[in-house]
């Protein structure tokens, strides 16, 4: 155990310099940026030790080894975010552990949504929602890994702020495979930045901007992205797994 200690402690440092360079690059103060570790894959023991090292915001896609996962941490401090594709009969699982959904991306999640948190024991929590943008997607159209087309943000925006126990709390995407921005991170980050924009002009909460990964966190945090998602560069790559 304390060789992964060791090991996810040097990989975090690692991660946490190349945020505070970008940072400096961009002209930005390091708090500005949220380091969100996404831990989909690897076990709650690795969770435990990642919230010894000082990390309080976790990810999963999965609700599967979320729920499990988030149980076996419940004494932990933790903020968890789901940032996966959502099926409807998953909600009430997922709502029963997260803070924030960073996927949402149809009316009918946002319902489900609702309603569970309705039926949930949040304290009078309210559950965070990030719009996912499929910067690939045409008019009306989603992309492969989800998320709504730019043209559709507004709408779905006024259903989460309108939704009972929701609460509007930005924008998320993931850099696209395919059409105009592909291999063109950067500029993925700043379309998003751009709809981000348009947003706060109608939902001035609406702040969060989660984009970045492992490969282009020093993109999003020059685009302006609030919070970058890191799993393989403080993780590691799991054997076996692509």
């Known amino acids: 155990m304390t060789d992964r200690k060791d090991q996810l402690a040097a990989n975090l440092a690692q991660v946490e310099e190349r945020i505070a360079s970008a940072c400096a690059a961009a002209g930005r103060k390091r708090e500005e940026v949220t380091l969100i570790v996404v831990t989909k894959t690897y076990p709650a023991t690795d969770v435990r030790i990642l919230h010894e090292l000082g990390v309080r915001q976790v ?3 999965r609700d599967q080894d979320a729920a499990p996962k988030a ?3 419940a004494d932990l401090s933790l903020t968890w975010h789901f940032v996966g594709q959502l099926q409807t009969n998953k909600v009430r699982s997922v709502v029963s552990y997260a803070d924030t959904v960073q996927s949402v991306d149809r009316t009918k999640l946002v319902t489900a949504l609702s309603a569970a948190v ?3 024991e949040r304290d009078g929590r309210e559950l965070g929602c990030l719009i996912q943008v499929a910067l690939d997607a045409e008019s009306g159209e989603r992309g492969e890994r989800g998320g709504v087309a730019p043209d559709g943000v507004e709408e779905l925006a006024a259903a989460v702020e ?3 126990g929701l609460r509007l709390a930005g924008l998320m995407t993931v850099a696209p495979l395919a059409g105009p921005f592909a291999g ?3 500029a993925a980050f700043d379309r998003l930045m751009e709809i981000s924009s348009r947003l706060r002009g ?3 909460a609406a702040n969060m901007v989660s984009a970045g990964m492992s490969a282009d966190l020093e993109d999003a945090v020059a685009a302006g992205a609030t919070h970058v998602r890191v799993g393989t560069a403080v993780l590691g790559v ?3 797994l692509g």
């Open 162 to 164: 309108s939704a009972p």
């Open 59 to 61: 990810a999963e896609n």
């Open 238 to 240: 799991r054997p076996g």
């Open 202 to 204: 109608n939902h001035p």
């Open 118 to 120: 309705g039926r949930d």
């Open 184 to 186: 063109r991170q950067r």
């Open 71 to 73: 149980a076996a941490c």
